[in-house]
């Protein structure tokens, strides 16, 4: 009884674990990099707190309409759709879908990271709590938990034979 269930248990916890895990890394292992969104000015087609898997493609296969992460200064990315290329120069002009206007500077080749492929609604702010802190200790008593879970049964078993060998000697003892 108590081996089922510690399975079941296990089952609940391994199963949404799995699934986490390919949804935020197996798409790096193929080339994707995924990022947070942590501003509005892509809704309502890009929700706050979306998971947005970008890849690299070259300046020639880039097309208006198309949504791109780019880099603005230091380590800051802003993930806007392109309203306009400029062949010529290889710069695109890009524009938040919840923007009235362009941004205000063009974002040359160089910096473009990708362009997005797709996105999860609401996992982006899973992925950035997971790299806090707080995050990796969840995922440790996680692991914890999944470790105590395998072993009970064992423990328990051993008790249930020792009830029972001290029951039967007993008897045997009676008799």
Known sequence: ???????????LIVIPVALLSVVLI????IGYK???VLSGSMEPNIPVGSLIYVIPRGFEYLEVGDVV??????NTIVT???VDINPTTREVYTRGDANQVDDPATVREANI???????????????VKFQTTLGIKMLGGILIVLIILGFLPGIFESDEKNNKKGV??????II
Do not use: D, W
């Open 1 to 11: 009884m108590i081996k089922r269930i510690c399975n079941m248990l296990m089952l």
């Open 26 to 29: 197996a798409p790096r292992v």
């Open 34 to 36: 995924t990022m947070a």
């Open 69 to 74: 992460s780019f880099k603005v200064g230091g």
């Open 80 to 82: 806007h759709r392109i």
């Open 113 to 127: 990271v990708g362009r997005q492929e797709f996105m999860i609604p609401y996992l982006g702010y899973l992925s």
């Open 168 to 173: 039967q000697n007993e008897q045997e003892e």
